[in-house]
Structure formats: structure tokens, C-alpha cells
């Protein structure tokens, strides 16, 4: 599937980092879809049809895990979902260890534009 064709839903409560993400994906032909919090994230997530949920772990009203196994029990595992966050991978097995199976992947911040289309179509 090109690239023109692929809808990435951004899930996240820090607008800095939601225009940079919708900036960039933008720029490099994605759609963009994007939520302010969880519970617009589960909404849009019924609503739109997706290739990709950029999620960030920790938002005001749920945590990313909770969204991510939402989303999940409704798409499958057909649907990738990459975690965005500013903890390590120690501190994610630690506190969130049911991240891993609801997950594809992690995206650490800070993270390049590279890295993170890199994780896009490698997920």
C-alpha cells in the first residue's frame, strides 16, 4: 500500500506534539487523523478507517495500554498501533509489562523523523 493511501490516527494530549507529527506525516504523504485524548481517540478509532495509531502511553484520561487494548479487542492485531513515550524500556516492562502485547513497537522520545517512518513501515 503506498504511502498516499495510509491513514495514521495520532493519539496524544500534548499539542506541540501532535502538530509536529501532523506536520511531518502530512509532509510525507500520510492522512492524518488526530485526537486530543483517549476517549476521542476510541471515537475517531470507530469512525475512521486506519493503517496506523500513534499513541502516546500517558494521557490525562486513560493510559495509552487501555486505548491500545480497546482498539485492539475492535481491529485485531491487522492494525498496527506504536507506542509513543518519553520512558525507557525498563520503566514501560515495569509499570505497563501488558504494553508489550497490545503494542507493536515503541517510538522513544526525543525521536527523529526518520526513526519514526523507519517504525512506520516496518511495524
Known amino acids: ?3 498516499e493511501n495510509q491513514t495514521i ?3 496524544d494530549d500534548d499539542s506541540g506534539v501532535r502538530m509536529l507529527l501532523d506536520k511531518f506525516l502530512s509532509k510525507e504523504g500520510y492522512k492524518v487523523v488526530l485526537a ?3 476517549h476521542d481517540g476510541l471515537i475517531l478509532s470507530n469512525h475512521e ?3 496506523v495509531v500513534l499513541l502516546d502511553l500517558s494521557l490525562g484520561d486513560m493510559t495509552g495500554v487501555e486505548i491500545a487494548k480497546a482498539i485492539r479487542a475492535r481491529y485485531g492485531h491487522s492494525l498496527k ?3 509513543i513515550t518519553a520512558y525507557s524500556h525498563d520503566t514501560i516492562k515495569m509499570y505497563y509489562p501488558e504494553a508489550f502485547d497490545v503494542f507493536n513497537d515503541f517510538c522513544f522520545k526525543p525521536f527523529s523523523h526518520r ?7 516496518k511495524t
Open 1 to 3: 500500500m503506498s504511502v
Open 9 to 11: 490516527l495520532v493519539i
Open 36 to 38: 486530543t485524548s483517549g
Open 49 to 51: 478507517k486506519m493503517d
Open 81 to 83: 498501533i506504536i507506542g
Open 115 to 121: 526513526d519514526l517512518i523507519e517504525l512506520i513501515k
